[in-house]
């Protein structure tokens, strides 16, 4: 059974840089698109970005275009997501996932992992 584990999260301050690891584990990762989708506290978890299961396909939500990149490599069943330039409305629990196919849509998503904590405050 497939299985993600987020790490990366810490407090950064406003302008600040992270880099979320989301690690599989159980199965390979070749056939599977995967999301970074986060949540905030009092709000819905929304999509943050996406990658196809070739990598060459990727998308991002408005809010974070230009400023995250997402990235795997399948041969280590990794997928990282590279946070730049952060402020205090990009504080979020941020979770990986897997789809059969590119989505923004949640509900498409699987094999969720626990979250990590990302906190931009002074």
């Known amino acids: 059974q497939k299985q993600f584990v987020e790490s990366g999260g810490a407090l950064v301050q406003p302008g600040g840089s992270l880099r979320l690891s989301c690690v599989a584990s159980?199965?390979?990762?070749?056939?599977?698109?995967i999301g970074w989708f986060r949540q905030a506290p009092g709000k819905e978890r929304e999509f943050v970005a996406g990658v196809s299961a070739s990598g060459y396909r990727t998308s991002y939500a408005d809010s974070v275009k230009g400023r995250f990149t997402i990235s795997r490599d399948n041969a280590k069943l990794t997928l990282d997501l590279q946070l730049n330039g952060l402020q205090p409305e990009d504080t979020a629990v941020y979770y990986c996932?897997?789809?059969?196919?590119?989505?923004?849509?949640?509900?498409?998503?699987?094999?969720w992992g626990q979250g990590t904590q990302v906190t931009v405050s002074i």
């Open positions: 159980g199965s390979t990762l070749d056939y599977d698109a």
């Open positions: 996932a897997a789809a059969w196919s590119p989505s923004t849509l949640q509900s498409t998503y699987f094999a």
